[in-house]
């Protein structure tokens, strides 16, 4: 039986794969979270990998609270870098296929065109930096037959986001001001879910490979909320404002859209545009 440890399982992504595992028969999955898998503890990691006869890793655990991680710096570093040294470490030592998520915030977000996957990196906040330093350590350990891959600004029916917060806001709102200066693309979690499953028998490289995975289009965060709006005929009136009128701990890159041709040539895949995906996602809920 081809055994799938799936860490981070109670998270957005992890939920979503949990939904779409019953769609897998051909596999066996081992759904995990803090409770269940300490991944920043390397012999736990080893032991259960080996215990379960593990042949693949999906990791979906993050620490995304973008900014507590500021001052969080510890257990951000643990849960974004050291686990993923750990996970890679033994995905090298049992031959494990290892899939790896990560995030645009990598980039500094200095881009007017969409970021390739080898473009340099730069991370302007704490969340950022202990992603990239898991990515450049899994990279360097590199176990076989794993990929990275970087998403952004993902949402879903489980967990908290962003399109659950304006639907939750506008119930007692007339108006909202969103930030309207910085630009992205956003990912329905579902998707991503139902993408990486599918890729799974296609992954078969020597070196780890990244790439960039998130749903086509363009949009800010005030085109976002005026379409969950829009779509749910919400009587709720949205101001643009702009990234200084909205102080944050963290620091946020005002363009974070990826360049998804590699991912989409590498595994001859269509991704869905991100209205298509919210409509979805709003019938959903």
């Avoid at 992603?131 to 590199?142: D, P, R, S, V, Y």
């Amino acid at each position: 039986m081809n055994n799938i440890l799936v860490t981070g399982a109670s998270g957005q992504l992890g939920s979503e794969i949990q939904h779409l595992s019953k769609d897998y028969s051909q596999y066996a999955f081992f759904f995990t979270d803090v409770n269940d898998l300490d991944i920043t503890n390397l012999e736990k990691v080893r032991e259960f990998c080996s215990t379960n006869q593990i042949k693949t890793i999906i990791n979906c655990a993050a620490y995304t609270a973008v900014d507590k991680a500021e001052e969080q710096t510890g257990i951000c570093d643990a849960v974004n870098h050291i686990a993923t040294i750990n996970l890679s470490t033994v995905a090298k030592e049992l031959n494990i296929k290892f899939i790896h998520t990560s995030t645009d915030y990598v980039f500094n977000g200095k881009n007017h065109v969409p970021f390739k996957e080898d473009d340099i990196t730069d991370p302007i906040n704490v969340y950022g930096k202990t992603k990239l330093l898991g990515e450049q350590a899994m990279i360097e350990i590199n176990p076989k037959h794993s990929i990275i891959i970087r998403t952004s600004w993902v949402y879903s029916t489980y967990g908290n986001n962003f399109v659950k917060t304006m639907l939750k806001l506008a119930e007692t709102r007339e108006q909202l001001t969103i930030i309207a200066d910085q630009v992205g693309s956003p990912t329905y979690a579902y998707d991503l879910a139902k993408t990486i499953l599918e890729i799974l028998p296609k992954i078969n490289n020597d070196q780890v490979e990244v790439y960039h995975y998130s749903n086509e289009g363009i949009c800010s965060w005030y085109d976002f909320a005026f379409e969950i709006f829009h779509q749910t005929n919400t009587n709720c009136k949205v101001l643009p404002i702009e990234t200084k009128d909205y102080p944050t701990a963290a620091e946020r890159p005002p363009y974070s859209v990826m360049n998804k041709s590699k991912f989409k040539n590498s595994f001859d895949t269509e991704i869905p545009h991100w209205k298509t995906s919210l409509s979805n996602c709003l019938k959903k809920l």
